[in-house]
């Protein structure tokens, strides 16, 4: 496994010229371009965002699904053709999107629902490029009938080794580590992460968690259950909360404290709809739409003001105080130690 920041820079050949052309409305004018994640992020945001936006606001939307290639894509294309006009960008992507000026800044009278988001979520990263919308806290996934049930990541760290085995997320490795480090409790959250004196103890409680499943989707996390491989993984509570009945066996826990993923959802630079896209990033965060977005997408929301499908209120954080119970990544740190921290982990995956 490369480190994330190289593997987001790798080319990939023609992706941008293919991704160029736009659809264009009944009267001539384009539409919207729109990157979001892949799989089932893409699904439920078009089941659910889309219609609405589109009924609104007489604009089509054009989704583009992608995943590493999304600050490729804009890279490779040509200043005053952007692949697409608004993307969505977690931690990692926002931060190096951001050294690499892929964004437009944000007027920000020209997306007033700003001020109804969470102070949390508003001061987490600064948002002159990109505002917070949705994300999704790590949860645990474990076997119903096995002896492993952890309900933290201190119960994690001890009983997940005398399982038969652990999933993880291997492409965003920072997650598990964030987890280890939590439970490690030597410090308040996940702040062992941000002292480079500590970053070896952290590795070394990853690498006692007996890893067999290093897992590049959802979809290899199931099937690791499936072939008896793991009993217990690091998951997205977005990943599971709607989709665990169809996997029998298999349940989560949500711990008090854990980290997770945000997006600031972002205006990409040379955009000829500047406009257009401040008025879709207002849109996400109306606090009606996030409400009717969480019918169909098990996500925390950003706005003080949502009201969450039945359910999710258990799971998610619902004022500044809860959110601040996730210790999220932070990359203006992280980034200085990026490759070390990527190499580390590579070395217990080859060595697992």
């Known amino acids: ?135 999704s806290p790590c949860a645990v996934l474990h076997r119903e009938d096995a002896d492993v049930e952890p309900e933290s990541w201190s119960e994690f760290s001890s009983a997940a080794r005398d399982s038969d085995g652990v999933g993880v997320d291997t492409g ?12 490690m409790d030597d410090a308040e959250g996940a702040e062992e992460m941000h002292n480079e004196e ?51 066996g298999i349940t989560y826990t949500m711990p008090e404290e854990t980290t997770g993923w945000f997006n600031n959802w972002c205006v990409v630079e040379g955009t ?8 879709f990033l207002n849109f996400l965060l109306d606090a009606e739409v996030q409400s009717e977005w969480s019918e169909h997408a098990p996500l925390a929301f950003s706005s003080e003001d949502i009201e969450y499908a039945e359910g999710l209120e258990e799971d998610l954080p619902t004022t500044t105080e809860e959110a601040e119970s996730i210790a999220f990544p932070d990359w203006e740190y992280l980034a200085e130690h990026d490759d070390n921290l990527s190499d580390a982990v590579t070395d217990v995956q080859t060595s697992s």
């Not at 790798?10 to 371009?33: F, I, N, P, W």
């Not at 965003?172 to 439970?183: D, Q, S, T």
């Not at 000829?272 to 008025?279: C, I, Q, V, W």
């Open 1 to 135: 496994m490369t480190s994330r920041r190289r593997f987001l820079t790798a080319a990939v050949a023609g992706s941008a010229t293919a991704l160029a052309g736009c659809a264009e409305l009944a009267d001539g004018t384009d539409s919207l371009r729109v990157s979001v994640w892949s799989g089932h992020y893409a699904d439920r945001f078009e089941e659910s965002v889309v219609p609405r936006y589109e009924d609104e606001h007489d604009t089509d939307l054009e989704i583009q699904r992608g995943w590493d290639d999304i600050l490729t894509d804009i890279r490779n294309a040509p200043e005053d053709e952007p692949p697409f006009d608004v993307t969505v960008a977690e931690g990692n992507f926002y931060y190096y999107g951001r050294q690499d000026d892929l964004f437009e800044p944000i007027r920000e009278e020209n997306v007033p629902n700003l001020d109804g988001v969470m102070e949390f979520y508003r001061e987490m990263r600064e948002t002159e490029y990109g505002v917070p919308v949705d994300g």
């Open 172 to 183: 965003f490795w920072w997650y598990p580590l964030y987890a280890a480090a939590i439970g």
């Open 198 to 248: 500590l970053h070896d103890d952290v590795l070394a409680e990853f690498e006692s968690w007996n890893v067999e499943g290093w897992a590049s989707s959802g979809e290899d996390v199931w099937q690791d259950f499936e072939n008896d491989v793991i009993d217990v993984a690091q998951w997205y509570y977005a990943s599971v909360a709607y989709d665990i009945d169809d996997y029998d």
């Open 272 to 279: 000829n709809h500047r406009d257009e896209a401040e008025e």
